[in-house]
């Protein structure tokens, strides 16, 4: 099995223990000198869709140590976009999480097995064009230096109404004009049921409350 490190860009760890990142972005070159071209996935995950399951999410790639489950894998034109839920009353699920919220933890990579790839001899690099996805794992030292967390955060951490616009647009998957909307939307009804127009508290619970269920129904 051959592991590939992309860049791991981790949107919200939750207290639930659930994120949301990229576990590859495609064409960019590793420390082993492999790219993954786009699309390479896309077979296997409609495999595994297929299967009713998704591949394991591992500590280190180590097959004996599940962490957790991924709720959702999906390619776009950056890479490899995972949700997953980390185990949080097993010592090791607890403890990656712990590690990923301060920043100790900062890698994901790819467990695969190729299927068609293409070597430049000049370049001496070779270009991963489908692969058969096994597993994604959080680990310490990724062979791209790129694959790094970039912000971990809380539903709870919400300060404002533009934080909520980009939480939603970061975290909850959806584009900026639905996420301004939404916000202006619980804006309105909040003024509409009393709620003065300073305190943004009514607005942000309604906000963090929505962004709970919408988790929970993701880690079901």
């Given at each position: 099995m051959k592991f590939q490190d992309g860049t791991f860009e981790i949107k919200d760890v939750s207290s639930t223990?659930?994120?949301?990142?990229?576990?590859?972005?495609?064409?960019?070159?590793?420390?082993?000198?492999?790219?993954?071209?786009?699309?390479?996935?896309?077979?296997?995950?409609?495999?595994?869709?297929?299967?009713?399951?998704?591949?394991?999410?591992?500590?280190?790639?180590?097959?004996?140590?599940?962490?957790?489950?991924?709720?959702?894998?999906?390619?776009d034109s950056t890479g490899l976009l995972v949700e997953g839920k980390l185990a949080m009353k097993t010592q090791l699920g607890a403890e990656a999480y712990e590690l990923m919220k301060m920043d100790a933890i900062s890698g994901l990579s790819i467990g695969f097995q190729t299927r068609e790839d293409s070597y430049d001899q000049k370049l001496g690099i070779r270009t991963i064009k489908r692969g058969d996805l096994y597993e994604c794992s959080l680990v310490t030292f990724p062979m791209n230096d790129a694959s790094r967390v970039a912000a971990v955060k809380t539903i709870e951490e919400i300060g404002d109404l533009s934080g909520a616009e980009s939480y939603l647009?970061?975290?909850?998957?959806?584009?900026?004009?639905?996420?301004?909307?939404?916000?202006?939307?619980?804006?309105?009804?909040?003024?509409?049921?009393?709620?003065p127009v300073i305190d943004q508290s009514a607005e942000l619970k309604a906000i963090t409350d929505l962004l709970t269920r919408r988790k929970e129904l993701l880690a079901a």
């Amino acid at each position: 099995m051959k592991f590939q490190d992309g860049t791991f860009e981790i949107k919200d760890v939750s207290s639930t223990g659930t994120f949301v990142g990229y576990g590859n972005v495609y064409d960019v070159v590793d420390q082993g000198d492999d790219i993954v071209a786009s699309g390479a996935f896309g077979e296997s995950l409609k495999e595994w869709a297929a299967k009713g399951r998704m591949p394991a999410m591992l500590w280190q790639h180590n097959s004996r140590q599940p962490i957790g489950a991924y709720t959702s894998m999906k390619e776009d034109s950056t890479g490899l976009l995972v949700e997953g839920k980390l185990a949080m009353k097993t010592q090791l699920g607890a403890e990656a999480y712990e590690l990923m919220k301060m920043d100790a933890i900062s890698g994901l990579s790819i467990g695969f097995q190729t299927r068609e790839d293409s070597y430049d001899q000049k370049l001496g690099i070779r270009t991963i064009k489908r692969g058969d996805l096994y597993e994604c794992s959080l680990v310490t030292f990724p062979m791209n230096d790129a694959s790094r967390v970039a912000a971990v955060k809380t539903i709870e951490e919400i300060g404002d109404l533009s934080g909520a616009e980009s939480y939603l647009r970061e975290v909850g998957g959806v584009s900026r004009s639905q996420a301004k909307a939404l916000v202006s939307r619980i804006h309105a009804l909040a003024r509409r049921e009393g709620a003065p127009v300073i305190d943004q508290s009514a607005e942000l619970k309604a906000i963090t409350d929505l962004l709970t269920r919408r988790k929970e129904l993701l880690a079901a």
